[in-house]
């Protein structure tokens, strides 16, 4: 064992106990780093609990890449139909990265009761539909039936559209689409109710079948070949971040080509749809930055108080030290250790702190939110285990580079004057 260490080690289990000021001062450096570690922890957390949240709904409404006509992606005044068969289908499944492939339709239309009436966006969907996420968001009834081969007749509307006509499950409702200057009516029946609280696809969007959406649209299918003429192709890709790269495959494979009835094909990730939403989560990540500056800035300048309130106090101790023989580098190491004590007592407080809210909010649910301005009932939280101990270690490389200036002090430390003191 070391010298330094030895000393450094009595010292902060309490010294000779004649020192009256340098306990209060540990304690508060301690409690300093113990809030900046918790505080940095809670909201990485939160933030990185936030926006997974977030994308994954504006992912569930859209899939991660959209495989669509051209003209279709250009205007938003007429939906052009591509035709989806086993050959393309097949080409997209094969595209390294991507893990599902759905067919889709849109179509714009009326909902109406006998006292209201409610403009919606009507999706289509087929029996490739991947349904985990419109599921877990379901709070009446079921899904609907989904095909392509055939009308089912059953629709699945949000909670702000039941509450807006006065729906419940169960209940009969018309649609009414307009096609070239001819009114279409079609009855459904209300199989369930969902609930995202993304009031901009809330308000918008319900569910049927691929089948009922494609024929009023006017377009074709063919079930012996398996084929259907739909708004387009949603892809999943097994990694968020590998949405980049997969679309470059696409770009290469399936942009600038056409489909069997020489429509253009072309494709568009979920930030292009929808650049506004992340953008905004993008802001995020600044506002993290800035807390975790903050608090890192505050952590070092209390542990540099903390350690020059220590170094003052233990000035005769320094004196007699060096007196003894001990070199400059022998004592600043051994605050330099003293330091380090203090800031991991610190960190592991914090870390219990940060953590225990994390795991309590995460299962408990404990702070509310507004779900009309934050898009969620309650903070989400995600515990990565991985950016904690890295913004552990980040905290602890900088606050003991920081004590490096205030342990210097003792070299300014002259043995004879402090001993003539005493």
Not at 220 to 246: K, P, Q, R
Not at 258 to 287: A, G, K
Not at 352 to 364: D, R, S
Not at 377 to 385: G, L, Y
Request: hydrophobic share 45%; aromatic share 8%; net charge neutral.
């Amino acid at each position: 064992m070391s010298l330094p260490f030895y000393i450094a080690r009595h010292l902060y289990h309490g010294g000779d106990g004649s020192q009256k000021v340098s306990r209060p001062a540990v304690r508060i450096a301690m409690l300093g780093i113990a809030i900046g570690i918790a505080t940095m922890i809670i909201s990485v957390c939160v933030v990185l609990g936030f926006k997974h949240t977030i994308r994954d709904k504006v992912v569930g409404f859209g899939s991660h890449i959209v495989v669509s006509n051209y003209m279709t992606m250009q205007t938003t005044d007429q939906t052009q139909c591509v035709v989806a068969n086993d050959s393309l289908m097949k080409v997209l499944k094969d595209i390294k990265g991507v893990e599902h492939v759905q067919r889709y339709s849109q179509k714009q239309g009326v909902l109406k009761t006998d006292s209201d009436f409610l403009g919606v966006m009507f999706k289509g969907v087929g029996e490739d539909f991947d349904t985990t996420f419109i599921a877990s968001n379901l709070v009446e009834g079921r899904m609907p039936v989904l095909s392509m081969k055939k009308s089912t007749q059953q629709l699945l509307v949000s909670r702000s559209m039941a509450d807006k006509l006065r729906l419940k499950v169960g209940d009969k409702v018309f649609a009414y689409f307009l096609n070239d200057e001819d009114v279409k009516a079609r009855p459904f029946t209300v199989s369930g109710i969902y609930q995202t609280n993304m009031a901009k696809y809330d308000d918008a969007i319900c569910f049927t079948d691929l089948y009922t959406v494609s024929r009023l649209n006017g377009w074709e299918c063919d079930y012996e070949d398996n084929w259907i003429e739909c708004t387009g192709m949603e892809l999943t890709v097994c990694d968020f971040d590998s949405i980049d790269a997969v679309e470059d495959i696409i770009i290469n494979k399936v942009n600038k080509t056409y489909d069997t009835d020489e429509n253009p094909l072309t494709s568009l990730t979920i930030q292009e749809i929808s650049p506004q939403v992340f953008s905004w989560l993008d802001l995020l990540d600044l506002n993290v930055w800035i807390i975790l500056i903050l608090m890192v800035c505050v952590s070092g300048f209390t542990m540099i108080s903390g350690l020059l309130i220590i170094i003052l106090e233990r000035t005769s101790m320094i004196g007699l030290m060096k007196a003894l023989g001990a070199r400059n580098s022998t004592v600043r190491r051994t605050f330099r250790w003293l330091g380090l004590f203090i800031v991991l007592k610190g960190m592991l407080w914090g870390n219990i702190l940060g953590v225990g809210f994390c795991l309590l909010q995460q299962h408990l649910g404990i702070v509310k939110l507004d779900p009309t301005a934050y898009y969620v009932s309650e903070a989400p939280v995600e515990v990565n285990v991985i950016l904690i101990v890295l913004l552990n270690i980040a905290t602890l490389i900088i606050t003991m580079m920081a004590l490096v200036l205030p342990s210097f002090l003792v070299s300014t430390i002259q043995p004879a004057k402090t001993m003539k003191i005493e």
